[in-house]
């Protein structure tokens, strides 16, 4: 069984960045879809990004589109959240999430499709 460990949150700067990472173990992370979804205080769980099992497709929500951009590297079982022109509203519990698929080229943007998650990593962004 696969698990996901996240690492890269932390403080941001409004208009900055920050990159997140989600490293795989007790399985290799070719097999899997793989999204990032986020949790503000209060809030309900939202899409973020999502990336197939090859890397040739993604998807993102409107609210991250021409920000946020997801690549992995399965070689070294990795995927990761590039965080650009960060805004207040980003600020969240951010976390990655598996889903074993026999299909190379599908993602999903449904958080109950996804059967793996990580602890997750907190960003917050400031002023």
């Known amino acids: 069984q696969v698990q996901l460990v996240e690492s890269g949150g932390g403080v941001g700067q409004a208009g900055g960045a920050l990159r997140l990472s989600c490293a795989a173990s007790?399985?290799?992370?070719?097999?899997?879809?793989l999204g990032w979804v986020r949790q503000a205080p209060g809030k309900e769980r939202e899409f973020g990004a999502a990336?197939?099992?090859?890397?040739?497709?993604?998807g993102d929500a409107d609210s991250v589109k021409g920000r946020f951009t997801v690549s992995r590297d399965n070689a070294k079982n990795t995927v990761y959240l590039q965080m650009n022109s960060l805004k207040a509203e980003d600020t969240a519990v951010y976390y990655c999430a598996g889903r074993r698929t026999q299909y190379s080229s599908t993602w999903s943007s449904k958080a109950n499709e996804y059967d793996y998650w990580g602890q997750g990593t907190q960003v917050t962004v400031s002023a």
């Open positions: 007790g399985g290799g992370l070719g097999a899997y879809a």
């Open positions: 990336i197939c099992r090859g890397g040739l497709f993604t």
